[in-house]
């Protein structure tokens, strides 16, 4: 993980963490695991995963869906 997060900012390292925590509370787990942060990390770089797909014009998703489908 500290190669991983070498360059990030006391606040960023604390986010991380959170996250972590939120995924771990999340499946009712007492401790946080590497499992958490590394899921959580993927979160703090790149954002949430966003459910509702609605604000996503329509051309990206039959990117989107022609991109699934060449790597299947």
């Given at each position: 993980m500290a190669k991983t997060t070498v360059y990030?900012?006391?606040a960023k390292l604390e986010n991380?963490?959170?996250e972590a925590a939120i995924i771990a509370a999340k499946e009712n787990s007492p401790n946080i695991t590497m499992e958490h942060l590394d899921r959580a990390l993927s979160i703090v770089i790149a954002g949430a995963e966003?459910?509702?797909k609605?604000?996503?014009p329509e051309i990206d998703k039959k990117l989107q869906r022609t991109t699934k489908l060449d790597t299947l």
């Open positions: 990030f900012s006391g991380l963490v959170n966003k459910k509702n609605d604000a996503i």
